[in-house]
């Protein structure tokens, strides 16, 4: 069986440690590969190789990086449906997906292709009498991303081509369930002309998380993932002096107002909640009916989650693939039954699902909840399942009361046909990414990501202009030629300008 293996100083590496994990086909169930376990010293030799190629990549022009960009962003173009496929095959979701969140991850690449624009500093002239004062940003060092398994391509994309763009250079932790994305951008870099070194690739779980987190070479981290783990890396890098970004898990709200469209609303809502099984950080999984919306909300809800085709990622016609593992399976299946229990109404039942020919694979089927309330475990959890909640509110105040008194705050999207409440909405809920109409609402990438409240540890959003002030640090000169013969006194009080 094939093992994926590190990718260090520009090749594959085979590490230090014998350990591996198995790599899983969602869709069938069955092994298909396994993955190297980082050590601390593949880390090391990660950073090692990262440090040797910064000393060079930090000193090359901005038209070398632009166009090592460039190329890279046309090799994702020439190999998308390859790697399309090596997604779908680890992950789960369908082909069509996983083309577009390397679509997505691309924008960033384009966002980095302006890096001669982006980078620009600014100047002014004569601040005081012969003084002039410019600043400029450089590059942080070595820096690091550790990423979830839901995005094998993009979300490492939200991070490397900034950090690269900008002159760091980076080590890539990636999910240890669906690795080999990470490998082929590897290549792609490498065919794209990106010096040996600038770009690596270590596998694994904890220990190498854990090495990454206290490495002294590594000056920043970059994190997605679930809350707790984007908590404990936030509190361990920056206990070692490191600079982090880490954004955690969500709960999104979709609010259904009375006069909303509501064919369009369930519309966009059943893909909000069942795209990628439900395992997207802005998946829709709780929709807050509003007053009179209610009840013909759930019945077209109902309709459109009978409607969805289940199936194998790589199967024409499919809209939604199987779970991640197997315990995620049994995990959402078994909140679905709690949610009954605990008196929801099982509208649609997606449990016990079984796919013709795919007897053995993760797949669960979508489910709806009437009648959850915030007290409700499947209301309290992010469940990353294909299962919506219907939340039912009496008016747009209590809906907004409700979002913002959940702890996570990423995404929320408002259906209406009324600015003013739309405008209120926006104004009044503490979330960070907010949709009008728009279910997932996933910022371009000349915008920054990121939520509010434990959707996100620190204060920094990711890509877009937020992605350039992470990844480099400014300076400030302050500047004076004087004539040679000019005469001057220095006074000894704190300068002030004249
Ligand atoms: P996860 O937190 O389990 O794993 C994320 C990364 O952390 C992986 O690389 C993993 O190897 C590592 N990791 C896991 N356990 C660890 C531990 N105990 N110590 C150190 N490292 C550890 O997340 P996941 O299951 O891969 O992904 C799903 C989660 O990611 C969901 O909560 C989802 O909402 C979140 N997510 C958030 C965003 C966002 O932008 N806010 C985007 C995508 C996914």
Same mark, same amino acid.
């Given at each position: ?5 590190h ?7 085979a590490?230090?440690n014998?350990?591996?994990?198995p ?15 980082? +050590? ?12 040797r190629?910064f ?5 090359? +022009? ?7 960009? @460039?190329?890279f962003r ?9 790697? $399309? ?13 996983a083309?577009?969140?390397?679509v ?7 966002? $980095? ?8 500093g600014?100047?002014?002239?004569? &601040?005081?009498?012969g003084v002039d004062?410019?600043? @400029?940003?450089?590059?942080l060092?070595?820096?690091a ?10 979300v490492?994309?939200?991070?490397h ?8 250079? @980076? /080590?890539?932790?990636? +999910? ?9 951008? $590897?290549?792609?870099y490498?065919?794209?002309g990106?010096p040996?070194?600038? @770009? ?13 987190l206290?490495?002294?070479g ?7 993932? +679930? ?18 970004? $880490? ?17 369009? !609303?369930?519309n ?10 439900g ?10 009916? &509003?007053g009179?919306?209610a ?9 459109k ?8 990622? #790589? ?5 939604? =693939? ?5 315990a ?10 709690t ?6 109404? /099982?509208? &649609?039942? =997606? ?6 020919g795919?007897?053995?694979?993760f ?10 309330? !915030?007290?409700? #475990? ?7 399942g ?10 747009? %105040? ?12 990423? =995404?929320?999207?408002?259906?209406t046909?009324?600015g ?8 009044? /809920?503490? &979330?960070?990414m907010?949709?009008v ?20 540890? =620190? %204060? ?20 004076r ?13 704190f300068p002030?300008?004249?």
């Open positions: 069986m094939k093992t994926i293996q990718w260090i100083n520009g090749s594959p590496a590490g230090t014998p350990q591996t994990a790599v899983f086909n969602p869709a069938t169930g069955q092994e298909q590969a396994q993955v190297a376990l980082g +050590s601390a010293a593949d880390v090391d030799a990660a950073v090692a190789a990262a440090s190629a000393e060079t990549w930090s000193e090359s +022009s901005l038209t070398q990086r632009t166009q090592v960009m @460039f190329a046309q090799l994702l173009v020439d190999h998308e449906e390859e790697l $399309a496929r090596i997604i779908s095959a680890e992950h789960g979701k369908t082909v069509d997906d083309r577009g969140e390397i997505r991850g691309r924008e960033v690449v384009e966002f $980095a292709c302006g890096l001669g624009d982006i980078l620009k600014s100047f002014s002239d004569q &601040v005081s009498r004062v410019h600043n @400029f940003r450089q590059p060092g070595v820096v991303g550790i990423t979830p398994f839901n995005f094998p391509a993009m490492p994309l939200w991070m081509p900034i950090a690269v763009a900008t002159g760091n250079t @980076f /080590i890539l932790k990636p +999910s240890e369930r669906d690795p080999s994305a990470a490998n082929f951008v $590897a290549d792609l490498k065919r794209a990106l040996d070194g600038v @770009f690596n690739v270590v596998h694994g779980g904890k220990p190498a998380v854990d090495a990454i206290t490495h002294p590594i000056e920043a981290v970059s994190f997605v993932g +679930s809350t707790p783990i984007a908590k404990y890396v936030h509190e361990q890098a920056t206990a070692h002096g490191k600079r982090v970004q $880490a954004l955690g898990g969500a709960k999104n709200h979709a609010v259904v107002l009375p006069d909303a469209d509501l064919d369009f !609303a369930a966009h809502i059943t893909a909000g909640a069942y795209g990628s099984a395992e997207r950080c802005m998946a829709v999984s709780v929709a807050v009916a &509003v009179d919306a009840d013909g909300l759930v019945k077209v809800l109902e309709r989650a009978l409607e969805v085709k289940v199936g194998p990622g #790589d199967a024409p016609g499919t809209d939604m =693939g199987p779970v991640i593992t197997k995620a399976q049994e995990r959402i299946e078994n909140a679905v039954t949610a009954a229990t605990q008196g929801a109404t /099982i509208v &649609v039942d =997606g449990r016990g699902l079984k796919v013709e795919h007897e053995e694979g797949f669960t089927g979508p489910s709806l909840l009437d009648h959850v309330t !915030a007290e409700m #475990d499947a209301y309290k959890e992010e469940l990353f294909p299962v919506l909640a219907i939340v039912r509110a009496e008016s747009l %105040d209590e809906a907004i009361a409700l979002i913002n008194a959940n702890p996570y705050g990423n =995404g929320t999207a408002l259906f046909a009324s003013e409440a739309a405008r209120r909405f926006q104004r009044k /809920i503490n &979330v960070g907010i949709g109409n728009v279910p997932v609402p996933v910022p371009m990438s000349y915008y920054s990501f990121g939520g509010w409240k434990d959707s996100l540890i =620190g %204060d920094s959003p990711i890509h877009g202009p937020e992605g350039i002030r992470f990844y480099t640090r400014p300076k400030v000169v302050t500047t030629w004087p004539q040679p013969t000019q005469q001057t006194t220095a006074g000894f009080n002030t300008s004249s």
